[in-house]
């Protein structure tokens, strides 16, 4: 069955260091996302990419990067980390752009000390 | 900005009772509209969407929506939970732009709790 996952799914580091989650899809989706998770905030947009060498900026993107370079991954990295990048991180595919639904990975809890 | 409104942070519901949980959005052309539901220590699922056509629209596990454009909304439904219902709950809207980039903007979400 096709699926998408994440590596690692904890995750500690201090401050200042630079820090690369994993997603990886089997679903041959073009559309990848990945969004942060922070209590009575839900989940918001932090990059997205709707092919290989296609990257874009979300709502929340200071301070995170991504790059494509085939069809299945989608790293993020955190050049460097700091407290308030604390949350869980989920990375997300789609088939369309628009109009079919998205589908997340298990998520990566960060903490940054 | 286009944003998402979910008006209750937290609902406790006892077995068998109905639910109705809000969601307004500020977008004001077409848009696509997704509940997902994020159970316990598990990834996000989608519960049900709509893109047209009847503004009722049926998902997994018994849940229902209806779009009420003139409102704006988007509530979800069901008309008796279950213990196993409960979970965190995300209303989702991605709005026609025209510009090619479609982004999912999300609720803050509703906690609901049920009491068996």
């Known amino acids: 069955d096709a699926e998408i996952t994440q590596s690692p799914r904890h995750k500690i580091t201090e401050t200042g260091r630079q820090v690369t989650l994993a997603c990886h899809q089997t679903?041959?989706?073009?559309?990848m996302f990945w969004y942060r998770q922070d209590l009575g905030h839900g989940l918001r947009l932090i990059h997205y990419s709707y092919g290989v060498q296609d990257t874009n900026k979300g709502e929340v993107s200071d301070g995170y990067s991504v790059s494509r370079s085939n069809t299945e991954d989608l790293p993020l990295t955190l050049e460097s980390a700091a407290s308030s990048q604390t949350s869980v991180y989920f990375c997300a595919s789609s088939a369309s752009r628009l109009s079919d639904e998205q589908y997340f990975g298990p998520g990566t809890r960060l903490t940054v000390t | 900005a286009q944003s998402v409104s979910q008006h209750n942070h937290h609902v406790i519901l006892s077995e068998a009772a109905s639910l109705e949980l809000g969601c307004n959005y500020s977008y004001g052309g077409t848009v696509n509209l997704f509940w997902y539901v994020q159970y316990p220590g598990q990834h996000l699922q989608l519960l049900l969407k709509y893109f047209s056509g009847d503004p009722l629209v049926k998902g997994i596990k018994g849940f229902e929506a209806e779009f009420i454009k003139s409102k704006f909304s988007f509530n979800l439904r069901k008309p008796s939970v279950q213990w196993s219902d409960t979970a965190e709950y995300f209303c989702?809207?991605?709005?026609?732009?025209?510009?090619?980039?479609?982004?999912?903007?999300f609720g803050k979400g509703t906690k609901l709790s049920v009491i068996p």
């Open positions: 989702a809207v991605i709005p026609y732009s025209g510009a090619g980039s479609y982004q999912l903007t």
């Open positions: 679903w041959n989706h073009n559309n």
